[in-house]
């Protein structure tokens, strides 16, 4: 059987359900998302929207049926001055991490919050040991705000 392909594309209200069962898990499991009770579907549904009206963009990585993760920017810090400053967040599937998935998003956000009026993207990575995350960040080059090397 051949896999199928992956694409990146904007995130619907069809993708909610597998966008809150990503995220759920990486707060059960982790300390990324900064949240130490998994939102329910109400809640993400409600970040979506207001993102949406701001203008900010949502993605998902998508292999045929499958929502493998998902990417979207917000404000860095609610402060005029920081208007145009981002963070990023990169939500994968458990079954899609250290397959090259994270690494397809951020290049398609960037260009998306860049077209949004955003000039600067920050990555605040809550555990310095989620080396995947670290290594996803490092790559994408300077400017990243990233923890030292272990």
Same mark, same amino acid.
């Given at each position: 059987?051949?896999?199928?392909p992956?694409?990146?594309?904007?995130?619907?209200?069809?993708?909610?359900?597998?966008?809150?069962?990503?995220?759920?898990?990486?707060?059960?499991?982790?300390?990324?998302?900064?949240?130490?009770?998994?939102?329910?579907?109400?809640?993400?549904?409600?970040?979506?929207?207001?993102?949406?009206?701001?203008?900010?963009?949502?993605?998902?990585?998508? !292999?045929?049926?499958?929502? &493998? #993760?998902?990417?979207? %920017?917000a =404000?860095?810090? $609610?402060?005029?001055?920081?208007?145009?400053?981002?963070?990023?967040?990169?939500?994968?599937?458990?079954?899609?991490?250290g397959?090259?998935?994270?690494?397809?998003?951020?290049?398609?956000?960037?260009?998306?919050?860049k077209?949004?009026?955003?000039?600067?993207?920050?990555?605040?990575?809550?555990?310095?040991?989620?080396?995947?995350?670290? !290594?996803?960040?490092?790559? &994408? #080059?300077?400017?990243? %705000?990233? =923890?030292?090397? $272990?």
């Open positions: 059987m051949t896999p199928s992956l694409f990146i594309r904007p995130r619907t209200d069809a993708d909610l359900p597998a966008v809150t069962a990503i995220h759920g898990e990486a707060v059960r499991r982790g300390t990324g998302s900064f949240e130490t009770d998994a939102p329910e579907l109400a809640e993400m549904a409600r970040r979506r929207h207001d993102a949406l009206a701001k203008g900010q963009p949502g993605l998902v990585a998508q !292999a045929g049926d499958d929502v &493998l #993760g998902y990417a979207c %920017a =404000p860095f810090r $609610p402060r005029r001055t920081y208007r145009y400053t981002l963070k990023d967040s990169i939500y994968l599937h458990s079954e899609a991490r397959q090259g998935v994270g690494r397809l998003m951020p290049g398609e956000l960037l260009a998306r919050c077209a949004w009026g955003g000039r600067q993207m920050l990555a605040v990575i809550g555990d310095s040991q989620n080396r995947g995350s670290v !290594a996803l960040h490092r790559a &994408l #080059g300077p400017g990243a %705000a990233i =923890p030292p090397a $272990p």
